[in-house]
Structures are given as structure tokens and as C-alpha cells.
Nanobody, 115 residues
Framework: QVRLVESGGGLVQAGGSLRLACAASGSIFSVNTMGWFRQAPGKQRELVATITSGSNTNYADSVKGRVTISRDNTKNTVYLQMNSLKPEDTAVYYC?????????WGQGTQVTVSS
């Protein structure tokens, strides 16, 4: 069992920045991938970015260049630094953990970007 708690969401103007954090706890496997997904109203949940325990990263084309995913393994926390935010980035952002045995979702944090 891995519990994920997101924080850092909120309201920001277009062009602004936001930093999301996801704190993981529980039976965390040393080799894992963590990531951020988002779901806008009426749309499917989509991948934003992933990061492996070896710090290899992957980004969706829609956010590439504006978003940086990172992790602090000593704190079991993954971050999503978002810059140059656009109204299209408005969504509920979910943290994701996938290990060999367990996979988990966070509860989500709302990000709203005003134009």
C-alpha cells in the first residue's frame, strides 16, 4: 500500500507558475515510477510527466518545455514545477505511483489558470 498526498494547487493567472508536491508513504518499492496526470472537465485523464527512481523523465508534448518533474527520494516526494501556465492547463492534477507490486493514485489537487 502506497498513499499519495498532493498539495500546491490553486488559482494562477496565465503565464504564472505553480509548484505541485506529492508526498508518498507506505510500502514504497525502491524501483518505481512516479508521475503526474491531469483531468480537465469532460476530458480523459492524461499523462503530464513521469519520473523513475533513477530520475529518468518523460513529458507530454503539451507541457514539454514548461514543466519540470523532479523527486526527492529522501523525502519520498515528487514535484511538478509548472511555468508559463495556460488556461488549457486547468485541471485536477493527480499524483501516480507505480511499483512492482503496488500502484496508487493521489486524491488530486485543483489547478486553475485564468486568462
Amino acid at each position: 500500500q502506497v498513499r499519495l498526498v498532493e498539495s500546491g494547487g490553486g488559482l494562477v493567472q496565465a503565464g504564472g507558475s505553480l509548484r505541485l508536491a506529492c508526498a508518498a508513504s507506505g510500502s514504497i518499492f525502491s524501483v518505481n515510477t512516479m508521475g503526474w496526470f491531469r483531468q480537465a472537465p469532460g476530458k480523459q485523464r492524461e499523462l503530464v510527466a513521469t519520473i523513475t527512481s533513477g530520475s529518468n523523465t518523460n513529458y507530454a508534448d503539451s507541457v514539454k518545455g514548461r514543466v519540470t518533474i523532479s523527486r526527492d527520494n529522501t523525502k519520498n516526494t515528487v514535484y511538478l514545477q509548472m511555468n508559463s501556465l495556460k488556461p488549457e492547463d486547468t485541471a485536477v492534477y493527480y499524483c501516480r505511483y507505480i511499483g512492482l507490486r503496488f500502484q496508487s493514485w493521489g486524491q488530486g489537487t485543483q489547478v486553475t489558470v485564468s486568462s
